[in-house]
């Protein structure tokens, strides 16, 4: 099966811009997760979405990160205005489990390589 | 916050070596999983062991967990070049529904 698919794979812009990225899950995977991965830690979560509606978005910065997930399927990430902070590699997941009190496995996309100059 | 701590921080072994991570979390959980990132690339599943597990294998892998020191261990062995990655262990918290990770091991097999 084709797995999770994130574009672009790298970008570049000045801080204050604005900047989106594009995740398509795996075909029928009700659950997308959108993390945030700065140079030598682990990912971090932003958002999490079951089928269109938001489960989790605890820690999105919701001043200037919005995401959407309209159709159940894919789903963009936005960043407006950027920071310097904001650099760093943005990761798509998705997983089959739904309606379940335990986390399985994720699968995960290549991530968006984000510089904020 | 972040979850997990594993140590150490980085791993460089021969091949054909055995390489063993650990990862210590805080709170109570319902399971474990480790994942591998290669460089520039994203994390690959390696392996979940549920909290009323001790130990489970898949091929070269070994994982480990007790609950009661919150820890957990992953051994590779007989490394290959190609296990050259940083390894990642994300706790399923109970009363959470999403993953927390650790900040990684990075883990140098050298050919």
């Known amino acids: 099966e084709a797995g999770v698919a994130q574009s672009p794979r790298y970008k570049i812009i000045e801080k204050r811009q604005s900047v989106a990225f594009w995740c398509n899950p795996i075909s029928g995977h009700a659950t997308l997760y959108w993390y945030q991965q700065i140079l030598g830690q682990g990912p971090k979560l932003l958002i999490q979405f079951q089928n269109n509606g938001v489960v989790d978005d605890s820690q999105l910065p919701k001043d200037r990160f919005s995401a959407e997930r309209l159709k159940g399927v894919d789903s963009t990430l936005k960043i407006q205005p950027a920071k310097l902070e904001d650099s760093a590699v943005y990761l798509c997941?998705?997983?089959?489990?739904?309606?379940?009190?335990?986390?399985?496995?994720?699968?995960f996309g290549p991530g968006t390589r984000l510089t904020v100059t | 916050s972040q979850q997990g701590e594993e140590d150490p921080q980085a791993l460089s072994i021969q091949e054909g070596e055995n390489a063993t991570m650990n990862c210590s979390y805080k709170?109570?959980?319902?399971?474990l999983q480790w994942y591998r990132q290669n460089s520039g690339r994203g994390l690959v599943h390696l392996i979940l062991?549920?909290?009323?597990?001790r130990e489970k294998h898949s091929g070269r892998l070994r994982v480990t967990l007790d609950t009661s020191k919150k820890s957990s261990s992953l051994l590779i062995t007989a490394s290959r070049a190609a296990d050259t990655a940083s390894y990642f262990c994300a706790t399923d918290r109970v009363g959470a529904n999403n993953l927390f990770f650790g900040t990684g091991t990075r883990l140098t097999v050298i050919p």
């Open positions: 709170t109570s959980i319902n399971n």
């Open positions: 997941a998705s997983t089959d489990r739904m309606g379940s009190k335990s986390s399985y496995e994720q699968y």
């Open positions: 062991i549920r909290s009323n597990e």
